[in-house]
């Protein structure tokens, strides 16, 4: 059996002033290239289809054809709703669909959807676990105690009935605990409410994550975030995107490999003097017309209109500062007073530590930050 695991395609996504919805359309031909070629059963699309709730139309037309134009090569789709989708608007016709194997979890309402799928080795189990926020959890399971994300995972997944002689993956979108983000990538919320234990995976063969944007796995090699295909940040310019790809072979074989996937435009940073970078033989080898650029001027004096000039050369500039000693002091000076860099409840540590002359215990940790993280959410944030 053979998988594609994707996920965090974030269509309609805007990068700075650019709309990057011909960069994932030409990212989204490319894995259905690769589907064609590699001929997988399935693709497992593990949330944050979209990058808003209310997804712009040609997102949503995006989408469309990229689930029929794989309906067309006879590969079946398992697709949940991340924490930037509304899963009511994604699952929109998921039952209809169903007939022609694309099948879209619903929001989640207590039991977890499920699938089979079946090969020479038997069953597998595909199961679906859109995000899962502690109030939501608690909506429809009222008579348990539930506080942080990881108990919201932990119950929802213990009402599954899960046959561990039979293969099992699950497609998920939450925070492991251990997973490595990239700055900027994810909010800084997502180091500590939001995370969950990965040995709540233990009964699955195959975890399929999303909600991380550099590909890795966590804990074990076969709990995995694939990463995004397009590189949407910065922080991901080294970063060699790819669509994972899971051959299961019988109960306990898994074998994971990548498939590279290379963007129609690059993400560059250009650092240098106005003069340097301005030269053509510096820029001459970089395709200066397409790539999105970030640009650095070390120079000690503000260039008049440098933004305008450099435009002339770097059509698609992204963002653009001075690194200098006057802008250093300025970060310094401002560093002291980042609260930002702080979640609440490690501000609150430093406080009740600053005020008892001691840290707080283990239980008043966890206590803190699951009341920071309930806090958040009933603010809608």
């Known amino acids: 059996m053979r998988f594609f695991h994707i996920a965090d395609l974030h269509l309609g996504k805007r990068v700075g002033e650019f709309s990057m919805t011909d960069d994932q359309e030409d990212i989204l031909r490319k894995i259905a290239a690769l589907a064609r070629e590699h001929k997988p059963d399935a693709v497992l699309i593990a949330g944050d289809v979209y990058d808003k709730a209310t997804p712009p139309v040609e997102a949503v037309r995006l989408l469309d054809w990229f689930l029929v134009r794989l309906n067309e090569l006879g590969v079946a789709v398992y697709l949940i709703a991340g924490n930037h989708d509304s899963a009511e608007r994604v699952a929109f016709g998921a039952d209809l669909l ?9 929001s989640y309402k207590g039991p977890l959807e499920t699938a089979k799928l079946e090969d020479a080795h038997g069953e597998v189990n595909i199961w679906m676990l859109p995000y899962l926020k502690p109030s939501l959890a608690r909506v429809w399971l009222p008579n348990k105690a539930i506080e942080t994300y990881s108990d919201a995972v932990e119950i929802a997944l213990s009402g599954a009935e899960i046959d561990t002689a039979k293969r099992n993956v699950l497609v998920a979108h939450q925070f492991v605990t251990g997973a490595e983000i990239s700055e900027g990538s994810e909010e800084i919320s997502v180091k500590t409410s939001e995370n969950i234990d990965g040995r709540l995976f233990d009964a699955f063969d195959y975890v399929a994550l999303g909600h991380i944007h550099r590909p890795q796995s966590v804990g074990r090699e076969t709990v995995r975030y694939c990463g995004t295909p397009l590189k949407y940040s910065f922080s991901e310019i080294n970063q060699q995107k790819s669509v994972t790809v899971v051959d299961m072979g019988k109960k306990g074989t898994v074998n994971i490999s990548e498939l590279p996937l290379v963007p129609s435009r690059e993400m560059r940073k250009v650092r240098g003097t106005y003069a340097e970078i301005m030269n053509r033989g510096f820029y001459q080898k970089m395709d200066t017309d397409n790539d999105y650029i970030h640009i650095v001027l070390t120079d000690e004096r503000d260039e008049p209109d440098a933004l305008a000039k450099l435009r002339q050369v770097y059509k698609n500039i992204l963002s653009f500062r001075y690194d200098n000693k006057r802008t250093q002091t300025q970060e310094a000076l401002e560093s002291v007073s980042d609260l930002n860099k702080s979640s609440p409840a490690e501000l609150f540590g430093e406080f009740f ?16 930050r699951a009341l920071f993280a309930r806090i958040r959410e009933e603010a809608g944030a």
Do not use: L, N
Not at 98 to 106: D, P, T
Not at 353 to 368: D, L
């Open 353 to 368: 530590a600053g005020r008892h002359g001691r840290p707080m215990s283990e239980k008043q940790e966890k206590y803190a």
């Open 98 to 106: 169903k007939r022609s194997h694309v099948h879209i979890a619903h």
